[in-house]
């Protein structure tokens, strides 16, 4: 089993439209939880941090439920801009190297 | 600039030659991390340098991959007799602290390596 599980979509929605996607985590001693964004051809960039009583940032909501270890990302409001690869990022206790998913990718359409 | 920077961005070769990859990281950062990723996959972690700490090497495929860091900034990923399997794009990252403090990595735009 992979450390890091993600679908890798493609996820295809409408503008406007309300989208998830879910991580999985093998590692019950992982304590940081990120999502980096990379659009196609260039380098991941930091999204946002998942924080475990979940937090918002303006039409992204990231979750963490460590019961069943997984994270989630919810886009409200897709615009064409958010069309991109969205990676799981896990960091372990007592690790300094991130672990990455192979990514969701996006693909937001007028 | 004040990112990090990568070079060469792209670089085709013969299988069995040698290739350097070079990642001149933010100034002031201590951490640097190279990742490689093949075409539809997720990053692979090949090798963390960490100030003056010996580093950690686990995730280099095999001995053909070395790197080295001199005076705690600009490193160079050395890839002896390349294969094709070695084709993907080099990912260098620094971080200011050692990642698991803020999570922040910051990449470089990568090296695209062709082995034909």
């Known amino acids: 089993r992979k450390e890091v599980e993600q679908d890798p979509g493609p996820f295809n929605v409408p503008e406007g439209a309300t989208v998830a996607f879910n991580c999985t985590y093998s590692n019950s001693a992982s304590q940081s939880f990120f999502w980096y964004r990379q659009d196609c051809r260039k380098e991941p960039k930091l999204l946002m941090s998942?924080?475990?009583s979940g937090n918002e940032d303006g039409r992204f909501t990231a979750q963490l439920n460590r019961a069943s270890q997984y994270i989630s990302l919810l886009i409200r409001d897709s615009k064409l801009s958010d069309s991109a690869t969205y990676l799981c990022?896990?960091?372990?206790?007592?690790?300094?190297?991130?672990?990455f998913g192979r990514g969701t990718s996006l693909i937001v359409h007028p | 600039g004040a990112g990090v920077s990568q070079s060469p961005s792209n670089k085709v070769t013969e299988k069995g030659k040698d290739v350097e990859l070079r990642c001149d990281p933010i100034?002031?950062?201590?951490?640097l991390y190279w990742y490689r990723q093949s075409l539809g996959q997720g990053l692979e972690f090949l090798i963390y340098?960490?100030?003056?700490?010996?580093?950690?090497k686990s995730g280099l495929p095999s001995d053909r991959f070395s790197a080295e860091r001199t005076g705690g900034s600009v490193s160079t990923l050395t890839i002896q007799r390349t294969q094709q399997e070695d084709s993907a794009v080099y990912l260098c990252?620094?971080?200011?602290?050692?990642?698991?403090?803020?999570?922040?990595?910051?990449f470089g735009e990568g090296s695209r390596l062709t082995v034909l």
């Open positions: 990022v896990v960091l372990s206790g007592g690790s300094y190297i991130p672990t």
């Open positions: 998942v924080y475990s």
């Open positions: 990252a620094s971080s200011f602290m050692a990642g698991g403090v803020t999570g922040e990595l910051f």
């Open positions: 340098f960490q100030g003056n700490s010996a580093p950690d």
């Open positions: 100034s002031g950062h201590t951490a």
